[in-house]
């Protein structure tokens, strides 16, 4: 078994998926266009393992759901970061929304004298288009905007609820895409379904 | 006629070379060396090589000279190059009981195994200016005296543990990484390993001033140096993949344990209390201030009063670092005139207004 | 100065090692994620001293790419000479364009002042902070500051501001004014005056705050709420100038005040140099202004 290939241009390309991560997380909602030149990684797709080489070295740990479990050997031969079994323990962690369940509760929250200690989660969804869309407000968005995330769980618009009831404290999240990455931080209010 | 002052850019080339002209000074006077500093003003490159966190006797000589002898610039120069270094291991804690004894004292005992060594210190020097240091002159060697292979010189504060009197060292929790600031951010409350990288590193100046604090009574601690101990040790990392461990060489230390006021209570019996100093090269001061100032900050610990501002962790730790004070009381020089007119303006705001209000209450005044 | 290029090879792309590009990476998102909070980052020794725009610096580092287009100013100024010297810095080891012109650039570090121009949805602001912490002339101790963002209890700002009340009848905070961030954390918005306060509100542009010495990173997404703490009989009011720029005429910009005698002479010119510029390259002319010719150097 090889382990995928890392980044051919670190240094650049380090920087180039660091500034579509940050572009989408400032800009909640927007699909910020991002296409990795990386492989897969096992069963991770190749703009979250960019991520994962981006933002992931010893000094944090990371968390995987079952389904993208085969991924570790990957990510810690390339990372030197150490998989946790409890995601309340991760700095950051991988899900894949088609076969994963989604539990934001499950993963670190942060402490009120440090909300920053908290997971970010990386959910990895397909391309297919999505016609379901969410109104959402906060820092980021000019006025309103729409999020269209195709696979979100049925009790999304729930748990993102609690998710905010809980801010500052509270997790953010990465949808990655084949070519496009969204960002939904805590900060970010889901007011029901677009008509 | 009033024209922006352009040309920043060509003034901070040109006051590059003013300064390296009088880094150089008198080019008749020959040119001083890396090594001569080292040599000569070891003392110096062991200040810079504790400050500057980093083991490299030339590369300390060397900023010495690129600063002119300005011990905190050259401190600066070593730390940012520091930063840039990459890691390639831990070595394992050194052992100070097997250090290659150069300098070893103790207050508490007139005589002990391994005797006293008084080494190269000033202590006894009457200080009177040596007039005949002004020319280049004979020094004859050190006497020496043979050492026997089997001379032990074991830690005084081992020795006092030996009896109970002294507290135990903390049991290290081997699961849990020994702190280090310069890779995550220090946080209050801090814990004692990073208490002690912070005071290692801490300015000589405000180590020495707050552990005087401590003797004049703000935060007594009832100090006896138990030992102070200076001498080589080696460094030592293990290999794991290879099985071994490698001796990556020597370096000189200067340990101070100072023994303090006792402590007990109904469940322990009293023992006396520990105040730790080390540092690089030989830095006797700084090691006994340092050791006097991490006794101070251990006053919750001990269930004292915190009273004096060595016992304030917040206070010493957020202000040790001479890199970051310098740095800081040093912005003030740079170009503030954006705030200084906010400033200008709201008072300029205030006096018409206060003029104005004289003038309602006085109209006679006004004329 | 092409020795010092070569001296400079050794070193990573914008100096920063890879690993400490990372750590400050992740508190960058944080940061992003919890408007106005400052995250603690583990901020390296730099090649400058703390207190001159390490932590800017060090957020610059960390976002720069080989595409961007970098413009740094201090005072609103690019050729002031902490400026001049930062730009030079990144110049050396990232190899970047840099330019003055606001409208151009991607990246503005800045110290001190937020440009005139309004600045537009593709750009990132990196602001130089001394002192991140707005509490912190209240309360020196971070424990007990750190605390009472947790709890939000900003009680005791408000007190302060409205002692000042009652003690000048201003709010004496005429830079560094606070303000509170999409209605959770109260922040500092570095030492710019508080007429440049507005332009924190609902800017087009990310705005990242980096404080090497206190080793804090903060940020205010675009689009974001940025409300300046006032009261409802005392509401906040940026300072104005009563008179326009001398060299370009511009009445709505912030200006520095030149004195140009010792018998009370001065006049008044825009901080923000390149606006300036470009209005007297449109052809505005203020009352001590001379028409832009294309030599500048002959106007003296």
Same mark, same amino acid.
């Given at each position: 078994?090889t382990?995928?290939?890392?980044?051919?241009?670190?240094?650049?390309?380090?920087?180039?998926t660091?500034?579509?991560?940050?572009?989408a997380?400032?800009?909640?909602?927007?699909?910020?266009?991002?296409?990795?030149?990386l492989?897969k990684?096992?069963?991770?797709?190749?703009n979250?393992?960019?991520i994962?080489l981006?933002?992931l070295d010893?000094?944090?740990?990371?968390?995987l759901? =079952?389904?993208?479990?085969?991924a570790e050997?990957?990510?810690?031969?390339?990372?030197?970061?150490?998989?946790?079994?409890d995601?309340?323990q991760?700095?950051?962690?991988f899900i894949?929304?088609r076969?994963?369940?989604l539990?934001?509760? !499950?993963?670190?929250?942060?402490?009120p004298?440090?909300? @920053?200690?908290?997971?970010?989660?990386?959910?990895?969804c397909?391309?297919?288009?999505?016609?379901?869309?969410?109104?959402?407000?906060?820092?980021?968005i000019?006025?309103?905007?729409t999020?269209s995330?195709?696979?979100?769980p $049925?009790d999304?618009v729930? +748990?993102? +609820?609690?998710? *905010?009831?809980?801010?500052?404290l509270g997790?953010?999240l990465l949808?990655?895409m084949p070519?496009a990455?969204?960002?939904?931080?805590?900060s970010?209010?889901?007011?029901?379904?677009?008509r | 006629?009033?024209v922006a002052v352009?040309g920043g850019?060509?003034?901070?080339?040109?006051?590059?070379?003013?300064?390296d002209h009088?880094?150089r000074? @008198?080019r008749?006077?020959?040119?001083?060396?890396?090594?001569?500093?080292?040599?000569?003003l070891?003392?110096?490159?062991?200040?810079?090589?504790?400050?500057?966190?980093?083991?490299?006797r030339?590369l300390?000589?060397?900023?010495?000279?690129?600063?002119?002898?300005d011990?905190?610039?050259a401190?600066?120069?070593?730390r !940012?190059?520091?930063?840039t270094?990459?890691?390639?291991?831990?070595?394992?804690?050194?052992?100070?009981?097997?250090m290659?004894?150069?300098r070893?004292?103790s207050a508490?005992?007139k005589?002990?195994?391994?005797?006293?060594?008084l080494g190269?210190t000033f202590?006894?020097?009457?200080?009177?200016?040596?007039?005949?240091?002004?020319?280049?002159?004979?020094?004859?060697?050190?006497l020496?005296a043979?050492?026997g292979?089997d001379?032990?010189?074991?830690r005084v504060?081992?020795?006092i543990?030996?009896?109970d009197?002294?507290?135990r060292n903390l049991?290290?929790?081997?699961?849990?990484?020994?702190?280090d600031? &310069?890779r995550?951010?220090?946080?209050?409350?801090?814990?004692?390993?990073?208490r002690?990288?912070n005071?290692?590193?801490?300015?000589? *100046?405000?180590?020495?001033?707050l552990?005087?604090?401590?003797?004049?009574?703000?935060?007594?601690?009832?100090?006896f140096?138990g030992?102070i101990?200076?001498?080589?040790?080696e460094?030592?990392?293990e290999?794991?993949?290879?099985?071994l461990?490698?001796?990556l060489?020597?370096v000189?230390l200067?340990e101070?344990?100072m023994?303090?006021?006792?402590?007990?209570?109904?469940?322990e019996? !009293?023992?006396?209390?520990r105040?730790?100093?080390?540092?690089?090269?030989h830095?006797e001061?700084r090691?006994?201030?340092?050791?006097?100032v991490d006794?101070a900050?251990? $006053?919750?610990?001990?269930?004292e009063e915190?009273k004096?501002?060595?016992?304030?962790?917040e206070?010493?730790?957020?202000?040790?670092?001479?890199v970051q004070s310098?740095?800081?009381v040093?912005?003030?020089?740079l170009?503030h005139?954006?705030?200084?007119?906010?400033e200008?303006?709201?008072?300029r705001?205030?006096?018409s207004?206060?003029?104005?209000?004289?003038?309602s209450?006085? =109209?006679?005044a006004?004329? | 100065?092409?020795?010092?290029?070569?001296?400079y090879?050794?070193?990573n792309?914008?100096y920063?090692?890879?690993?400490?590009?990372?750590m400050i990476r992740?508190a960058i998102?944080?940061?992003?994620a919890i408007?106005?909070?400052?995250?603690?980052? !583990?901020?390296?020794?730099?090649?400058?001293?703390?207190?001159?725009g390490?932590?800017?610096?060090?957020?610059t580092?960390?976002?720069?790419?080989p595409?961007?287009?970098?413009?740094?100013?201090?005072?609103g100024?690019?050729d002031t &000479?902490?400026?001049v010297?930062?730009?030079?810095f990144?110049e050396k080891?990232?190899?970047?364009? &840099?330019?003055?012109?606001?409208?151009?650039a991607?990246i503005?570090q800045?110290?001190?002042?937020i440009?005139?121009a309004t600045?537009q949805?593709?750009q990132?602001?990196v602001?130089?902070?001394?002192i991140?912490?707005?509490?912190r002339?209240l309360e020196?101790?971070?424990?007990?500051t750190?605390?009472?963002?947790?709890?939000?209890?900003?009680?005791?700002?408000?007190v302060?501001?409205?002692e @000042?009340?009652?003690?000048?009848g201003?709010?004496?905070?005429?830079?560094d004014?606070?303000?509170l961030?999409a209605?959770?954390?109260?922040?500092?918005?570095?030492?710019?005056?508080k007429?440049?306060?507005?332009?924190?509100h609902?800017?087009?542009?990310?705005?990242?705050?980096?404080?090497g010495?206190?080793?804090?990173i903060?940020?205010?997404p675009?689009h974001t709420?940025?409300?300046?703490?006032d009261f409802?009989?005392?509401p906040?009011?940026?300072?104005?100038?009563?008179?326009?720029?001398?060299?370009c005429?511009?009445?709505?910009?912030?200006l520095?005040e030149?004195?140009?005698?010792?018998?009370?002479?001065r006049m008044f010119?825009?901080?923000d140099?390149?606006?300036?510029?470009?209005?007297?390259?449109?052809g505005?002319?203020?009352?001590?202004?001379?028409p832009?010719?294309?030599?500048?150097e002959?106007?003296?």
């Open positions: 078994m382990i995928a290939q890392g980044f051919a241009e670190p240094v650049r390309e380090q920087q180039r660091f500034r579509a991560v940050m572009d997380l400032s800009r909640p909602t927007a699909p910020t266009p991002y296409s990795s030149s492989g990684a096992g069963p991770l797709q190749a979250a393992y960019a994962a981006t933002l010893f000094e944090v740990s990371y968390h759901a =079952p389904s993208l479990a085969e050997r990957h990510l810690t031969f390339q990372t030197g970061s150490r998989r946790v079994n995601a309340g991760a700095q950051f962690a894949d929304l076969h994963d369940p539990d934001l509760a !499950a993963y670190a929250q942060g402490e004298d440090y909300p @920053d200690r908290s997971t970010t989660v990386v959910a990895l397909d391309g297919a288009p999505e016609s379901k869309k969410l109104v959402c407000r906060g820092p980021g000019a006025a309103s905007s999020l995330v195709p696979g979100l $049925a999304f729930d +748990q993102w +609820q609690a998710n *905010g009831t809980r801010a500052p997790i953010d949808f990655v070519e990455i969204i960002g939904l931080p805590r970010t209010r889901i007011f029901g379904e677009a | 006629m009033y352009k850019e060509r003034a901070i080339a040109n006051a590059h070379r003013l300064l009088e880094r000074g @008198d008749a006077v020959p040119e001083l060396s890396p090594t001569q500093i080292d040599e000569q070891a003392l110096a490159v062991d200040r810079v090589m504790s400050e500057g966190s980093l083991y490299d030339g300390a000589a060397l900023a010495i000279k690129q600063a002119r002898g011990l905190i610039e401190i600066f120069l070593v !940012a190059y520091r930063t270094l990459p890691r390639f291991g831990y070595s394992n804690p050194v052992d100070t009981g097997r290659a004894i150069r070893r004292i508490t005992y005589d002990l195994p391994g005797g006293q060594v190269p202590d006894y020097t009457h200080r009177l200016i040596d007039f005949a240091l002004a020319a280049e002159r004979e020094v004859a060697e050190p020496t043979p050492v292979p001379t032990e010189t074991p504060t081992d020795m543990a030996n009896d009197l002294i507290e049991k290290t929790d081997e699961t849990k990484p020994v702190g600031l &310069t995550d951010p220090l946080a209050f409350p801090a814990d004692r390993d990073l002690l990288q005071l290692a590193r801490g300015d000589e *100046g405000f180590l020495l001033a552990g005087y604090s401590t003797q004049r009574g703000y935060g007594r601690n009832h100090p140096v030992e101990r200076m001498g080589e040790v460094i030592e990392l290999i794991p993949e290879l099985g461990t490698a001796s060489g020597a000189t200067t101070c344990q023994v303090n006021q006792f402590k007990g209570s109904l469940t019996p !009293a023992r006396f209390t105040g730790y100093g080390l540092s690089f090269g830095c001061r090691a006994m201030s340092m050791a006097l006794r900050l251990r $006053a919750k610990e001990f269930g915190r004096g501002p060595a016992q304030d962790e206070f010493v730790l957020s202000h040790s670092d001479n310098t740095g800081f040093e912005h003030l020089k170009p005139y954006v705030d200084f007119q906010a200008l303006a709201l008072l705001q205030m006096r207004e206060f003029e104005a209000r004289q003038a209450s006085h =109209p006679e006004a004329e | 100065m092409s020795a010092t290029a070569e001296n090879r050794g070193y792309f914008a920063l090692d890879e690993q400490t590009k990372r992740r998102l944080k940061a992003i408007p106005g909070y400052q995250v603690p980052f !583990a901020s390296r020794e730099m090649p400058m001293p703390y207190g001159w390490t932590g800017g610096v060090q957020v580092a960390a976002i720069l790419g595409d961007d287009i970098l413009k740094v100013i201090d005072q100024a690019d &000479t902490n400026a010297s930062i730009r030079q990144f080891t990232a190899g970047v364009q &840099t330019t003055t012109e606001t409208g151009k991607t503005i800045t110290r001190h002042r440009p005139e600045l949805d593709h990132v602001l602001y130089q902070v001394p991140p912490e707005p509490l002339f020196p101790r971070e424990t007990e750190r605390t009472m963002h947790a709890l939000a209890e900003y009680g005791l700002m408000h302060k501001l409205y @000042d009340i009652a003690q000048h201003h709010i004496a905070k005429t830079y004014y606070p303000v961030v209605e959770r954390y109260v922040m500092a918005p570095s030492p710019i005056p007429f440049d306060n507005p332009k924190m609902q800017s087009g542009a990310l705005q990242l705050f980096g404080a010495r206190e080793k804090r903060y940020a205010i675009p709420e940025v409300v300046s703490l409802e009989d005392h906040f009011e940026p300072t104005k100038f009563t008179e326009p720029c001398a060299l005429g511009a009445l709505d910009s912030y520095d030149v004195i140009t005698d010792d018998k009370g002479g010119v825009c901080s140099t390149h606006h300036c510029e470009s209005r007297r390259a449109e505005h002319v203020g009352a001590l202004g001379t832009i010719t294309p030599v500048t002959a106007a003296e």
